[in-house]
């Protein structure tokens, strides 16, 4: 029987094997993974998937910021992924369920923007849309339109020219402080 909880400080190897697995060796040569560089995931939001003791599935959330690039602002928001499931169990409803679960948390804990790179084809059916014709990047000017975004309707529109970049200090080796403030929905410095 599969088992659904947080993930656990002594599941990281379990989940980065996994997510090796899933995506492969090039996983970290992605624009969402400079985002990550050096920031734990948020551990309120992180989930797993466990069958007989092994971490089959995951989800993690990460906290960054949407810089409006004509008006010179930043607004927070959370980066949803990688979602990965193990490939013998992708037709066990694991990915939805942790989708399901999360997002949950994520209102739960008030966050009201989430972004993802992804495809609209699976995401739509938990909310999420394009971004486009927004023109939002990533690092690296990349994914703009495998960028998706789930937020509150109380939530102001995204800006109409923007970026991604990561909620940290620069020159930060971790940012735990503000990870935590970010938890608890307090507002977090622009970098």
């Not at 092994?54 to 930043?74: A, N, S």
């Not at 703009?144 to 789930?150: D, G, H, I």
Request: proline share 7%.
């Amino acid at each position: 029987m599969i088992s659904y909880g947080q993930e656990r400080p002594f599941d990281k190897a379990q989940v980065e094997a996994l997510l090796d697995a899933a995506f492969g060796p090039d996983r970290f040569n992605k624009s969402s993974y400079s985002l990550r560089d050096n920031v734990d995931p948020i551990a309120k939001l992180s989930r797993v998937a466990r069958l007989d003791g092994r971490i089959v599935g995951t989800i993690r959330y990460w906290p960054i910021l949407v810089r409006d690039l004509l008006r010179g602002t930043d607004s927070e928001a959370l980066l949803l992924g990688p979602l990965a499931v193990a490939p013998a169990m992708h037709s066990a409803g694991i990915g939805g369920e942790l989708m399901r679960m999360s997002l949950t948390a994520a209102a739960e804990a008030g966050h009201k923007r989430i972004l993802l790179v992804g495809d609209i084809g699976y995401y739509s059916r938990f909310g999420f849309k394009n971004v486009l014709p927004n023109y939002i990047t990533m690092p690296g000017g990349r994914d703009a339109r495998r960028l998706l975004v789930k937020q509150s309707a109380s939530m102001p529109s995204l800006p109409a020219v923007g970026k991604i970049i990561p909620a940290v200090p620069e020159g930060s080796m971790t940012a735990p402080a503000l990870v935590g403030s970010y938890d608890r929905g307090l507002p977090v410095a622009a970098a």
